[in-house]
């Protein structure tokens, strides 16, 4: 993966190289860090960079830190217009990930969430797909359970929390499965290893509710309110049984980094034909038009990059 250029770290944007903290860090070596994903993509008509949904994300990154008793001066606004001052010195033309951290920055050795200082950094790379084969995806369910809410929450993105991931993510890509599903502690679907679920069944889409230890995702959102506006679909939050999952017309996954991935195999069982449905098609097109800017209706969720240099 290329490195970026810049970095904001310590309250300005510096070159990447010297966004640097020491092997005692606090977060380092306790995971006490938040952090969010966000996506900005490239329009070649307008030739513009548009970051999505900003603020959202933003907000959901504030509310990561406050989980951790973290007190960040910095509004959702504040980060919104760093991002953008950021974008625009890497002066990024393609499609890039931009990542927000929050981290407990203190130098010492003892666990604890209070009394320790925070700092915050940004920055960004060049990112195409997270799931390789998004369109045919093929799952399993993990042996590991999605972290509890009285354990570690979900629903913030805590950087800790992620180890759970990460042995969700590769006992799955080593078992030869492109991504894995995770049950909650009740037994129900949470997630993938870092992605919102939705099925469809019968006319009407599925979804984990936000108390079954899930990540209140943004792009879960849109993905909702583009299903119900533009489709016409009902979408119904409820606990999912695995079995149901083996019987459902369509599946699919939805995160920043996934997009909308369609998954047609879970544990060597075809999901409706084997192949993408048409809604989690025109969901994809639909999501891809939308972050671009392409869809006016829904224009207020992109903030352009370039767009400010250009009246200057």
């Known amino acids: 993966m290329t490195l970026p250029n810049f970095a904001y770290f310590e309250g300005k944007i510096v070159p990447y190289s ?13 995971g ?5 994903g966000v996506r900005a993509y490239w329009n070649d008509q307008e030739e513009e960079l548009f970051v999505f949904r900003p603020m959202d994300h933003f907000r959901r990154f504030l509310q990561s830190a406050q989980l951790l008793l973290m007190d960040v001066e910095l509004t959702p606004e504040n980060l919104t217009e760093i991002t953008v001052e950021l974008m625009q010195k890497e002066n990024h033309r393609e499609d890039v990930y931009i990542r927000p951290l929050v981290y407990k920055s203190d130098e010492l050795v003892g666990v604890r969430l209070h009394d320790l200082s925070s700092e915050i950094t940004i920055f960004s790379v060049p990112f195409g797909k997270y799931v390789s084969n998004d369109t045919g995806a093929h799952v399993t369910f993990s042996s590991w359970r999605r972290v509890d809410d009285n354990m570690i929450p979900a629903r913030g993105k805590i950087a800790g929390a992620y180890v759970n991931t990460a042995f969700i993510k590769t006992d799955a890509i080593r078992a030869g499965f492109d991504e894995a599903l995770v049950l909650n502690v009740d037994g129900h679907i949470s997630e993938g290893s870092a992605e919102n679920v939705f099925m469809l069944r019968d006319g009407v889409i599925y979804t984990p509710r936000i108390t079954d230890n899930i990540l209140e995702g943004i792009t879960r959102r849109t993905i909702i309110e583009l299903a119900r506006e533009e489709l016409g679909y009902e979408v119904v939050e409820r606990s999912i049984d695995r079995t149901e999952i083996y019987l459902c017309d369509e599946f699919f996954m939805t995160g920043t980094a996934a997009q909308v991935t369609a998954v047609t195999m879970v544990d060597h069982r075809p999901i409706g034909n084997g192949e993408m449905g048409p809604v989690a098609a025109q969901l994809r097109e639909l999501y891809m038009d939308a972050v671009r800017g392409k869809l ?3 224009r207020h969720w992109n903030q352009p990059v370039y767009a400010k240099l250009a009246v200057s």
């Open 32 to 36: 006490t860090a938040a952090f969010a």
């Open 18 to 30: 010297e966004a640097k903290v020491g092997v005692m860090t606090h977060a380092l070596n306790y």
């Open 296 to 298: 006016e209706k829904y």
